[in-house]
């Protein structure tokens, strides 16, 4: 695993922001200008044949704001390696697609999409998975509330809140800080 | 049994060991509660309940329910058996919509009965937000037997409903 990390400093230095290891599991943060670049070099090179999943993080309050986790995979040459590819682009900025390496991204990148809003330059199919066409909102960004918002779409669907107080899972706040660290709670209109 | 007939002498002894007399009602009733096939809208892990109730161990044919239709034109109970999201709660509706009348519907557990611990923005909180309920089933998944339980009360439910004057006034033109 090393030397795969070593061969990417190489060819890649500069654009290899960070490397982190934790409990066996290595982690590459790279730039997001040549990160399309780097994953197919990971594919075609370094044979991780396997896109595990994309997901994406919302770090809400800070800039940039998206951060796009790649998860792959070689299955290849008896040599099983896991490895992990971030990088941060800030909002309003569109995502390079993978699609064109692993024709799996497809999905996993609609559903960042539907989820987070994140667009990706180069995505042939462009609709929701999750939720239907036409739902106004990205329920998975951290300035959504877990109650969900109401919508009103004649002859397609509606939402509306969910009630949340005295619900099944509603806890009183142990410290001062909890319903800041948890946003549950946290009423966001 | 043939004495017994034979005492009556001014009827025919034949033809009055033959027939049955009763209430319209209550001869559709029987007919309609004890030949009910159900709709079986598996939605989440109660759907696997669902299932065990059909299988041999509960044997949900000792009520007359075991014809699951996968048609909703054929159906007469549509079971809702799990969480339902708001994206799926349009293609219940619809299913519902095509069932024929007379129908009846079974929320079966938490998440059929109120969106069960699913307080969130995907799931429709109760699909009695969208069809009539007649019987809510509790559980999270709600055991065979608590099914059947719920089975038993809709058909007591059947048995009370004026079916012969329900037939008569859907005849005449409902002024809109």
């Not at chain 2, 809702?80 to 708001?86: L, P, R």
Request: aromatic share 10%.
């Amino acid at each position: 695993m090393n030397t795969v990390l070593s061969i990417l400093r190489d060819r890649f230095a500069g654009a290899i922001l960070d490397t982190v290891e934790f409990r066996g599991e290595h982690t590459v943060i790279v730039e997001k200008a040549r990160a399309l670049e780097i994953l197919r070099y990971c594919r075609d090179e370094l044979s991780f044949d396997y896109l595990i999943d994309i997901s994406s993080l919302d770090h809400y309050g800070e800039e940039p704001r998206w951060e796009m986790v790649y998860e792959l995979y070689a299955l290849g040459n008896g040599a099983k390696h896991h490895l992990r590819i971030k990088f941060k682009l800030p909002e309003g900025e569109k995502a390079d697609s993978v699609s064109a390496i692993w024709p799996t991204a497809e999905w996993h990148e609609r559903e960042v999409y539907d989820m987070m809003g994140i667009e990706f330059e180069g995505l042939a199919d462009h609709r929701r998975i999750l939720m239907w066409e036409g739902y106004p909102y990205f329920p998975l960004r951290k300035d959504f509330p877990l109650a969900g918002r109401p919508s009103e779409m004649p002859e397609v669907a509606f939402t509306e809140r969910a009630p949340l107080a005295g619900g099944p899972f509603v806890t009183t706040p142990t410290s001062a800080g909890t319903p800041h660290r948890e946003p549950r709670s946290r009423e966001m209109d | 049994m043939a004495e017994t007939v034979a005492q009556h002498a001014a009827y025919d002894s034949k033809i009055e060991g033959n027939i049955i007399f009763t209430k319209v009602d209550t001869a559709i009733n029987w007919m309609r509660k004890n030949s009910l096939w159900p709709m079986p809208m598996g939605l989440a892990c109660c759907a696997i309940e669902l299932m065990g109730t059909g299988a041999s161990r509960y044997d949900i044919a000792r009520f007359g329910a075991e014809v699951m239709r996968f048609s909703p034109r054929q159906a007469d109970v549509m079971i809702v058996a799990g969480t339902v999201t708001y994206k799926m709660a349009l293609a219940v509706k619809r299913i519902w919509d095509q069932m024929p009348e007379p129908k009846w519907c079974i929320a079966m557990g938490a998440c059929a009965s109120s969106g069960g611990m699913y307080r969130s923005y995907a799931v429709l909180q109760g699909i009695d937000n969208l069809i009539p309920v007649d019987v809510y089933v509790s559980g999270c998944p709600p055991r065979p037997e608590a099914l059947l339980e719920g089975l038993m009360k809709l058909q007591a439910k059947i048995d009370k409903e004026s079916s012969a004057l329900a037939h008569f006034k859907t005849e005449t033109p409902v002024s809109a």
